[in-house]
């Protein structure tokens, strides 16, 4: 199933795609929804599954109607740094990080997430302006202490993300929360996909173009930290509640790992796709 938000008029509505590839809302199933977190409140996946299309209502082409982010996220966005071996490798000479023992965990502030076809600002204290294609996984049930099993079970879908980097704000500071949290760095959409029609979420291709380059080209079957095991591991000790997201890394061909880097500058269009999700675009302002 795949999940939308809108923007119609000023107001947004959570939809879900029928099988003719349009756009019907829950507000027409009768349904008081008011955003993605509502719906995950709500229902499960087996609920969903079960809630019958209206007769009718509106019904939108996903092209045709501005596409919200399919999510806010409750919390600040829990990230994977460096989870391919591809992007350790081309940032070494930045950051060594190629014998790390374990997975690098940080957030990510996000006061509003961007959707597809919204601007990626330009601030004129930043001057190495990044992308960052990752597979973003949206909980569905709060979790602690999970296993394997039960992280697996918590999973209530996947969205595409770029995670927007300021490079010289993220290693002047030393860390990378500010220059990965300016407003406007957190893009999500086109939609949320639920987990039971994703299949193998580890064999998944995943892309970035920039003005119809292709810059990065991989597979999630390439992570080093699969997602339900980092889920198993964030859990211990930690409550991860049901609408956390989750950005899982991002593959080699960054510009930062570019010699030299190419940053992306205004007017720039930068479209992050992964197989069975969709296309995220962006443009530079």
């Known amino acids: 199933m795949k999940l939308y938000v809108i923007n119609e008029d000023g107001k947004e509505y959570v939809c ?5 590839g349009c756009l019907r809302r829950f507000c027409d199933m009768g349904y008081d929804i008011s955003d993605m977190n509502s719906l995950i409140a ?18 939108y082409a996903p092209d045709e109607v501005k596409l919200c982010a399919p999510i806010q996220p409750v919390r600040d966005i829990i990230c994977l740094g460096v989870n391919y071996k591809e992007h350790i490798e ?10 790390k023992e374990a997975t690098v965990y940080f957030s990510k502030r996000v006061s ?40 697996e079970a918590a999973i209530f879908g996947y969205t595409v993300i770029n995670d927007v980097s300021g490079r010289d704000l993220q290693f002047r500071h030393k860390q990378w929360f500010r220059g990965k949290s300016l407003d ?31 810059r ?8 080093i930290q699969p997602v339900v ?8 000790g930690m409550t991860l509640e049901a609408g956390t997201v989750i950005a899982t890394g991002t593959p080699g061909g960054v510009a930062l790992g570019m010699k030299p880097p190419v940053y992306l500058k205004s007017g720039d269009v930068v479209e992050c796709e992964i197989e069975k999700i969709g296309r995220l675009i962006n443009t530079v302002g």
Do not use: W
């Not at 709500?42 to 019904?59: D, T, V, Y």
């Not at 004129?124 to 992280?151: H, M, P, Q, W």
């Not at 939609?191 to 994703?198: G, M, N, P, S, Y």
């Open 184 to 214: 406007g760095y957190t893009q999500l959409g086109p939609c949320i996909v639920t987990a039971d029609e994703i299949g193998d979420v580890q064999a998944l291709g995943i892309t970035c173009r920039v003005n119809g380059e292709l």
């Open 216 to 223: 990065q080209n991989s597979n999630t079957s390439l992570m």
């Open 229 to 236: 095991d980092a889920i198993t591991e964030l859990s211990q």
């Open 112 to 151: 509003h997430a961007g959707g597809s076809g919204d601007v990626i600002p330009s601030y004129d204290f930043v001057d190495s302006l990044d992308y960052e294609a990752e597979l973003g996984v949206i909980l569905g049930k709060t979790v602690k202490n999970c296993s394997r099993e039960e992280a």
């Open 90 to 99: 081309e940032t070494k000479d930045v950051e060594d990080l190629q014998n």
């Open 16 to 20: 879900r795609q029928d099988e003719n």
């Open 42 to 59: 709500a229902f499960s996946l087996e609920q969903l599954n079960g809630l019958s299309m209206p007769i009718g209502g509106k019904a």
